[in-house]
Structure formats: C-alpha cells, structure tokens
C-alpha cells in the first residue's frame, strides 16, 4: 500500500522560498504511469492543483503559480519536492503530495485520470 | 481555465436519506471528473474518477453520473461516517482545478 508523507518547515517569512518534501513508501515513484503532484488548500477554503512531475522530470505547473515553483524529484530516495519562491501570505496553506495515474501524454503535458492517495497534508504558514 | 461551480454549497439529511450533489463545469469536459470525500481535518480521498467508476474500497452507497458539462454524486442512505465536505475535480484542461465543495452534515 503506497503511502506519501510531505515534510518541511511550517513558517515561512515573507519573500523567502517555501520547500517541502514527499516521501513516497511501500512502492516506488519510478515507472509505471504515476505522476507525483501537490496540491494546496488555504485554511478554511478550496483546493488548487500546483503542478505535477514524472520519474523522468518532466514536470508541469498550474500557469498562476509556474513563475514561482519548482517541482523536482530525487528517485534515490523516491521522493519528490516542492520549492514555491517570493512567498506571501497568500501562499499560507495546507500543502498536499498526491500520486496521480496518467495516460496518454502530448510534447508538452499528460493526461491525469484520478488522485490516490494523498499525503496527510502539512501547514505551511507565511509569516514574520 | 475550467470553473466548476457545485451545488448546494451545504447539505443537511438524515441518516438513511438520499442525497445528491450537482457539479456543473464551464466547458464540456467529456467524463474527466472525480469525485473526493474530505472528512474534517483529513486529506482528501478519492471516491470516483471517470465520472462514475467507484474507486476500490469506496462503499457502493455513492455513485456518480453525468457528462460533458453537468455530474452528479449520489450518496444512498446517508450514514454518519459521510459526514464530510465533497469536492469535484475536472481533468480534461490544465490547469487541472476543482469545484467549491458541498459540505455535508447530518440532521
């Protein structure tokens, strides 16, 4: 049974760069048609898909966020990471790592079908 | 981007009702729609992608319909362990995104 668990620092300061991890367990995040993605929700709101890699580092951001975020993954350690820079206190949130099943894929993106599982999710708080 | 408006934004039945919760998206999306189910103070989880096939595990009391621009999740006889907020989710466009949610309580 495939587990995600995200970790990292729970208070930011303004301007400074957010960095989470995710450690994947009981499988491994290389191959196969799994996608690793995050995603974020805002105390008391929505959720907002950030953007997604593949095993081979091919990645792809949500367009609002692309200038500031960098997805990367280590299958050394089958992990994979979150940096979002010039954070705000917009970006205070709930962050979760998910694995997404893909399909078929273009030059540029691919296809996701579903989200399962989900990380236990991890509050990062944008603070002085 | 795709919006996804859902409705009712709340929910209140009784235990054993049948309750239905509407998803409407702002273009047509085929049957690239998922259903999750986030119980208070937990990640979200997956109960229906495609529209309408049940994840594994998920209890056959929920069920999903619908295409192109307007889905349903259906929740027959209503048991206390559904109390929880449901998102919709399109992935036919990037950016992916989700609907509002429609938080669901017992009466």
């Known amino acids: 049974q495939v587990r995600l668990q995200e970790s990292g620092p729970g208070l930011v300061k303004p301007s400074q760069t957010l960095s989470l991890t995710c450690t994947v367990s009981?499988?491994?995040?290389?191959?196969?048609?799994?996608?690793w993605s995050w995603i974020r929700q805002p105390p008391g709101k929505g959720l907002e898909w950030i953007g997604y890699?593949?095993?081979?580092?091919?990645?792809y951001y949500n367009p609002s966020l692309k200038s500031r975020v960098t997805i990367s993954v280590d299958t050394s350690k089958n992990q994979f990471s979150l940096k979002l820079s010039s954070v705000t206190a917009a970006d205070t949130a709930i962050y979760y790592c998910?694995?997404?099943?893909?399909?078929?894929?273009?030059?540029?993106?691919?296809?996701?079908?579903?989200?399962?599982?989900w990380g236990q999710g991890t509050l990062v708080t944008v603070s002085s | 981007d795709i919006q996804l408006t859902q409705s009712p934004s709340f929910l209140s039945a009784s235990v054993g009702d049948r309750v239905s919760i509407t998803c409407r998206a702002s273009?047509?999306?085929?049957?690239?729609l998922a259903w999750y189910q986030q119980n208070p103070g937990k990640a979200p989880k997956l109960l229906i992608y495609?529209?309408?096939t049940l994840q594994s595990g998920v209890p056959s009391r929920f069920s999903g319909s619908g295409s192109e621009t307007e889905f349903t999740l259906a929740i027959n006889s209503l048991q206390p362990e559904d109390v929880a907020t449901y998102y919709c989710?399109?992935?036919?466009?990037?950016?992916?995104?989700f609907g509002g949610g429609t938080k669901v309580e017992i009466k």
């Open positions: 495609a529209a309408s």
């Open positions: 890699i593949y095993y081979s580092e091919s990645s």
């Open positions: 009981g499988g491994s995040i290389s191959g196969g048609n799994y996608y």
């Open positions: 273009q047509d999306i085929s049957t690239y």
């Open positions: 989710q399109q992935l036919n466009g990037y950016p992916l995104t």
């Open positions: 998910a694995r997404a099943w893909g399909t078929y894929c273009t030059n540029t993106r691919c296809r996701l079908e579903w989200f399962d599982p």
